[in-house]
């Protein structure tokens, strides 16, 4: 990039920005395609424990690190657990949260809801699967002399973040379930994560089993979800 691309804008550092454009046809087909390819995504729960290259991991990580974020904070935490005694401990911790929500936490209707999923307090895929990761949110930055410095907008950042992470997952032809046992504090201290950090999301990401059924489901229609206003 030539110092031409370069400048200071009220003493801040700026570089030219520039974006590849596409002919409107070619903006339907591509739009048209990814949909298409991200309309194929499902949440599984049945793992292989064939290894996943690491770098993979990397880079759909470095891929979820380029969401926005308030005042570019980046307020995330993502940590890759492949030990697997530290799979173990987790799914131990996990699936005691998971048997008192589905034995007296969650509600009639919300039991009701998730029948049709075939979800129940067993998490084996926490051990499965080659890699977990779970995004830590941080509420707030410590300093070089331990005070509290702000982040903004920390649940929207991250989970926008983990929407890119899901997305990259997918393009590298892995599978992956949004697990949230609740609570999840178990987690900070399982892998001795600073005071500042909270669990928000853990995602098992592996390949899929040799065979595997998910629930055969119909995802709402545009006028479902969009309203315009022309």
Not at 52 to 70: C, H, M, N, Q
Not at 98 to 113: I, N, Q, T
Not at 121 to 146: C, M, R
Not at 190 to 211: C, K, M, Q, S, W
Request: glycine fraction near 6%.
């Amino acid at each position: 990039m030539s110092q031409q691309d370069k400048k200071l804008i009220d003493g801040h550092p700026y570089v030219k920005y520039t974006h590849v454009h596409y002919g409107a046809e070619e903006m339907v087909l591509k739009s048209k395609l990814f949909h298409g390819w991200m309309d194929t995504r499902r949440s599984v729960r049945e793992f292989s424990d064939k290894p996943v290259p690491k770098e993979v991991i990397d880079r759909v990580i470095l891929s979820a690190s380029t969401a926005p974020s308030g005042a570019h904070k980046q307020p995330w935490t993502f940590c890759v657990v492949s030990n697997p005694a530290i799979k173990s401990k987790i799914r131990e911790a996990a699936e005691k949260e998971e048997y008192d929500s589905y034995h007296g936490r969650m509600s009639d209707s919300w039991l009701k809801d998730l029948q049709p999923l075939g979800t129940d307090w067993h998490k084996p895929f926490l051990e499965t699967a080659p890699y977990l990761i779970i995004v830590f949110k941080k509420p707030y930055n410590i300093g070089p002399n331990g005070e509290k410095l702000n982040n903004y907008y920390v649940n929207e950042s991250v989970g926008i973040a983990c929407g890119f992470l899901l997305t990259a997952i997918h393009e590298a032809g892995l599978v992956t379930l949004t697990h949230t046992p609740s609570p999840m504090n178990f987690l900070a201290k399982i892998l001795e994560r600073p005071g500042n950090e909270r669990a928000f999301l853990l995602l098992p990401v592996g390949y899929e089993a040799d065979e595997v059924y998910v629930p055969d489901l119909s995802r709402k229609g545009l006028d479902e979800v969009a309203v315009y206003y022309e």
